[in-house]
């Protein structure tokens, strides 16, 4: 079993920025593929970010791309993701997921749907005032 817990999340001026953070527990955090998802009142939630186990490989959605960044600390078990010059379109909560490869992950195929992972934790509100 796997527990992700996010912190980081808040209250921030549009142009602003914000750091996520998201500790995972278990022993084999450098075999789980990472990503950020957001769902925003009255909308499905969507993909953000997804970084590979090494952390070389890293995609975005187009709408962030530029301003958002994944990174991760396998020796923290921890995987983050920066936020800058964030936008009202932007509030939401923000979900950090983890899917367990049993196969080298390359990084070549891009994980992107929400049924492609494995665990999730509870959320962080962030919230981006105009």
């Known amino acids: 079993q796997v527990q992700l817990v996010e912190s980081g999340g808040g209250l921030v001026q549009a142009g602003g920025s914000l750091r996520l953070s998201c500790a995972a527990s278990?022993?084999?955090?450098?075999?789980?593929?990472m990503g950020w998802f957001r769902q925003a009142p009255g909308k499905e939630r969507e993909f953000v970010a997804t970084?590979?186990?090494?952390?070389?490989?890293?995609n975005y959605a187009d709408s962030v791309k530029g301003r958002f960044t994944i990174s991760r600390d396998n020796a923290k078990n921890t995987v983050y993701l920066q936020m800058n010059s964030l936008k009202p379109e932007d509030t939401a909560v923000y979900y950090c997921a983890a899917k367990v490869l049993y196969t080298y992950d390359s990084g070549s195929y891009i994980y992107t749907q929400t049924i492609e992972y494995d665990y999730w934790g509870q959320g962080t509100q962030v919230t981006v005032s105009s």
């Open positions: 278990g022993r084999t955090f450098s075999r789980y593929r």
């Open positions: 970084i590979s186990w090494s952390g070389i490989t890293t």
